[in-house]
């Protein structure tokens, strides 16, 4: 039922989007005519049902002509949020035409080709390499023998049918080239199929570190089955951290819960921080991974002197950022929570659209300190 009403609202919000770009192109000079008009129809329903349709066929037997009219489907998702964005504006500055009226299909059509623009721009930079983030993180309760540990964070790949093993070989060998003593996972490392990800264990079996790597479950991992997910984590000999947590050095111990949204809407395991840290002894240094931002308060009252989460994407596309700062307002970064540093990465692969506009993928490698780092 859960996921019947989020299908439905998404589908109806997704018409609306569609029904208010032919509102809007309906009266420009290059759709004006009778054929213009069938054409725009045409087109809108084409991209409507382009995304869902390649999703099916990829599940029922056809996965070639579903990757292809899946990937067509997610590109028109991302160039429609940036046609909304720039249609939005010129109604925003017109009053929905009310006002400047000899200007209004100037406005637009030039709004249409700064989308155009803008989605190329964006489809680069959703193929760009993630960027390594270098951070220091000071640790009260480190031991000195734990002093300068690296850990490398690695989130949100959304590994499937459109990002597959030439991605992930990328990506494998740029956190090698970081030498890391420990890599995380914070979850979405699977997208929605775990079949497509399944084919690819033998080359994650290649993502190694000298004291382990260690996941979490994000949402995509629930979707796409979270036992199904956790088996291929730890067929390519990841450390599945199920509300529980690991000394991975000798008074530093990596804490994972599970994801409380992704355990929600499917009747799963949500996070439970106290189970979590059950085994963990009063003053040791903890590392916590938790896929989506939330209960920093309460995990810094635990002790937890780093925590660790993806999920936001950064947004993704700008400007989706004012409304994904609605709900995440540390949409992505570094902060102190009191004594607590909180890291949100925008991940290294992307969700749906093939773009990203401001919101460049990322792999983050922390220095783990005991002492305090010199100016």
Same mark, same amino acid.
């Given at each position: 039922?859960?996921?019947l009403v989020?299908?439905?609202?998404?589908?109806?919000?997704?018409?609306?989007?569609?029904?208010?770009?032919?509102?809007?192109?309906?009266?420009?000079?290059l759709f004006i005519?009778?054929?213009?008009?069938?054409?725009?129809?045409?087109?809108?329903?084409?991209?409507y049902v382009?995304?869902?349709?390649?999703?099916?066929?990829?599940?029922?037997?056809?996965?070639?002509?579903?990757?292809?009219?899946?990937?067509?489907?997610?590109?028109?998702?991302?160039?429609?949020?940036?046609?909304?964005s720039?249609?939005?504006?010129?109604d925003l500055?017109?009053?929905?035409?009310?006002?400047?009226?000899?200007?209004?299909v100037?406005l637009?059509?030039? +709004?249409?080709g $700064?989308? =155009?623009?803008?989605?190329?721009?964006?489809?680069? /930079?959703? *193929? %760009?390499?993630?960027?390594?983030? !270098?951070l220091?993180?000071?640790?009260?309760?480190?031991?000195?023998e734990?002093?300068?540990?690296?850990?490398?964070?690695?989130?949100?790949?959304?590994?499937g049918?459109?990002?597959?093993?030439?991605?992930?070989?990328?990506?494998?060998?740029q956190?090698?080239?970081?030498?890391p003593?420990?890599?995380?996972?914070?979850?979405?490392?699977?997208?929605?199929?775990?079949?497509?990800?399944?084919?690819?264990?033998?080359?994650?079996?290649?993502?190694?570190?000298?004291r382990g790597?260690?996941?979490?479950?994000?949402?995509?991992?629930?979707?796409?089955?979270?036992?199904?997910?956790?088996?291929?984590?730890?067929?390519?000999?990841?450390?599945?951290l199920?509300?529980a947590?690991?000394?991975? +050095?000798?008074? $530093?111990? =990596?804490?994972?819960?599970?994801?409380?949204?992704? /355990?929600? *809407? %499917?009747?799963?395991?949500v996070? !439970?921080?106290?189970?979590?840290?059950?085994?963990?002894?009063?003053?040791a240094?903890?590392?916590?991974?938790?896929?989506?931002p939330g209960?920093?308060?309460?995990?810094?009252?635990?002790?937890?002197?780093?925590?660790?989460n993806?999920?936001t994407h950064?947004?993704?596309?700008?400007?989706a950022?004012?409304?994904?700062?609605?709900?995440?307002p540390?949409m992505?970064g570094?902060?102190?929570?009191?004594?607590?540093?909180q890291?949100?990465c925008?991940?290294?692969?992307?969700?749906?659209p093939?773009?990203?506009?401001?919101a460049p993928?990322?792999?983050?490698?922390?220095?783990?300190?005991?002492?305090?780092?010199a100016?």
């Amino acid at each position: 039922m859960r996921f019947l009403v989020f299908f439905t609202t998404v589908f109806g919000i997704w018409l609306l989007f569609h029904l208010y770009i032919g509102w809007r192109l309906w009266s420009l000079p290059l759709f004006i005519s009778t054929s213009g008009h069938r054409v725009l129809v045409v087109a809108l329903a084409v991209g409507y049902v382009s995304y869902p349709l390649g999703r099916i066929l990829f599940n029922h037997g056809v996965p070639k002509i579903g990757t292809v009219v899946e990937y067509g489907g997610a590109v028109w998702m991302g160039f429609l949020i940036l046609l909304i964005s720039a249609l939005g504006l010129v109604d925003l500055v017109t009053v929905f035409g009310l006002v400047l009226k000899p200007w209004v299909v100037g406005l637009r059509t030039a +709004a249409v080709g $700064l989308a =155009v623009i803008l989605a190329v721009v964006a489809w680069v /930079g959703g *193929q %760009t390499r993630p960027r390594t983030v !270098d951070l220091d993180v000071e640790l009260s309760t480190l031991p000195s023998e734990a002093d300068g540990l690296v850990i490398v964070q690695l989130s949100d790949l959304h590994l499937g049918n459109l990002i597959g093993a030439r991605r992930l070989r990328s990506v494998i060998e740029q956190i090698d080239g970081l030498r890391p003593d420990v890599v995380v996972i914070t979850g979405d490392l699977v997208d929605s199929d775990g079949g497509a990800v399944e084919k690819l264990v033998p080359l994650l079996r290649k993502l190694t570190a000298p004291r382990g790597v260690y996941a979490v479950l994000g949402n995509h991992e629930y979707y796409a089955g979270a036992e199904r997910s956790r088996q291929l984590m730890r067929d390519a000999g990841f450390a599945v951290l199920d509300n529980a947590a690991i000394e991975v +050095a000798s008074g $530093l111990w =990596v804490a994972g819960v599970a994801d409380h949204g992704g /355990g929600r *809407q %499917t009747g799963e395991k949500v996070a !439970d921080l106290d189970a979590a840290l059950t085994d963990v002894p009063p003053g040791a240094a903890v590392v916590l991974l938790q896929h989506t931002p939330g209960n920093e308060d309460a995990a810094a009252a635990a002790g937890i002197g780093l925590m660790l989460n993806g999920h936001t994407h950064g947004a993704q596309i700008w400007p989706a950022h004012f409304l994904v700062r609605r709900v995440f307002p540390h949409m992505a970064g570094v902060r102190q929570v009191g004594s607590m540093t909180q890291v949100v990465c925008r991940g290294a692969g992307r969700w749906g659209p093939p773009m990203r506009l401001f919101a460049p993928s990322e792999i983050y490698r922390i220095k783990l300190l005991s002492t305090a780092v010199a100016p």
